[in-house]
């Protein structure tokens, strides 16, 4: 596919924050430190969903792909990043340019259809669920996921079949830290009107409709928890969705301003401060959000602990 480019240009020069290069030591260490957390964090989430009986459920099942979509999708962009960060910018082939694009434009499309099936689940669970266990059996949760993951990189193809097909012309600088949408079409000298198109249409749909349907699930389930008597019920319910919420509307929010609304009057800076947002900042707290803060969660990071604790006895 990569070979239908006939510009004869095969590699790229990664910028990076350039305008930071003066503390890319400390932000090689933090940023260093922050992918190390997200490994940790979610491969703690996906080893307690696999190993704990008691979290054999759809709500956790969910998680732990939304765990494994985060640990590629970072492990795609962070260690690449930290080279660039700390060689004050780095060279990559076209061909390994393409694939982070399309790796990367691929997870951020199935993070938001696992955000979109996470949110319905709890919308079965709570606003229905004397028939929760029917809507949401193992079948059903295998079907969600699979088209998650197979929708989110099949929506990409077109994308990529349409950014492969441009002609390039130097200087070949991406002015980002990764191979994004953006960058890449900066440096063609194509009629870039048509991917400009389908990628507006593409990222409208994946992140617009997505965040509207959660929208309007969260609304029946905050309506549906001020019915509930109890006072405490409804305050750590409420004190749940807020988290929730909050991290899926920084996700999409983060998106949206930097893949569907024009971008003219975005700066290459700001570009950048944005996909740190969903890149780094969102799954860094996806798993503490989504699982650390919940109960059985933590009662079976005690019980492993406690197991562990036996043992060396």
């Not at 939304?66 to 080279?83: A, C, D, G, Q, R």
């Not at 990071?301 to 043992?311: A, I, Q, S, T, Y």
Request: glycine content about 6%; aromatic content about 14%.
């Amino acid at each position: 596919m990569f070979d239908k480019n006939q510009t004869g240009v095969t590699d790229v020069w990664i910028v990076g924050l350039q305008n930071l290069y003066g503390t890319r030591i400390f932000l090689f260490i933090l940023f260093l430190i922050v992918y190390i957390v997200i490994l940790t964090g979610n491969l703690l989430v996906i080893s307690l969903v696999l190993t704990s009986n008691h979290l054999y459920s759809p709500m956790y099942f969910f998680l732990g792909n939304l765990s494994s979509s985060e640990i590629i999708f970072t492990t795609n962009i962070v260690p690449k990043f930290l080279h660039v960060l700390l060689a004050e910018g780095g060279r990559i082939s076209i061909n390994e340019c393409f694939t982070q694009f399309y790796v990367c434009g691929s997870l951020a499309a199935t993070e938001c259809f696992l955000l979109t099936v996470m949110s319905y689940d709890r919308y079965v669970a709570i606003c229905n669920p004397l028939h929760y266990s029917s809507l949401m059996d193992v079948k059903v949760c295998y079907h969600l996921a699979a088209f998650s993951w197979v929708g989110g990189f099949a929506s990409m193809l077109t994308t990529l079949i349409l950014v492969c097909q441009l002609q390039f012309c130097g200087p070949y600088v991406i002015d980002h830290f990764f191979c994004d949408f953006a960058p890449i079409l900066e440096i063609s000298c194509s009629d870039i009107s048509v991917v400009k198109l389908e990628t507006f249409i593409f990222t409208s749909s994946v992140t617009l409709f997505p965040f509207m349907f959660i929208i309007g699930t969260y609304v029946c389930i905050i309506l549906t928890i001020l019915r509930i008597p109890s006072s405490t019920g409804r305050q750590k319910s409420f004190s749940t969705c807020s988290s929730h919420l909050t991290i899926v509307s920084t996700y999409y929010c983060t998106l949206i301003t930097v893949y569907v609304i024009p971008s003219r009057g975005h700066s290459n800076n700001a570009n950048k401060i944005l996909s740190l947002m969903y890149t780094v900042v969102t799954p860094l707290f996806n798993p503490i959000i989504y699982s650390l803060r919940n109960q059985e969660i933590r009662a079976a990071v005690k019980k492993v602990l406690h197991r562990k604790g036996g043992m060396a006895l």
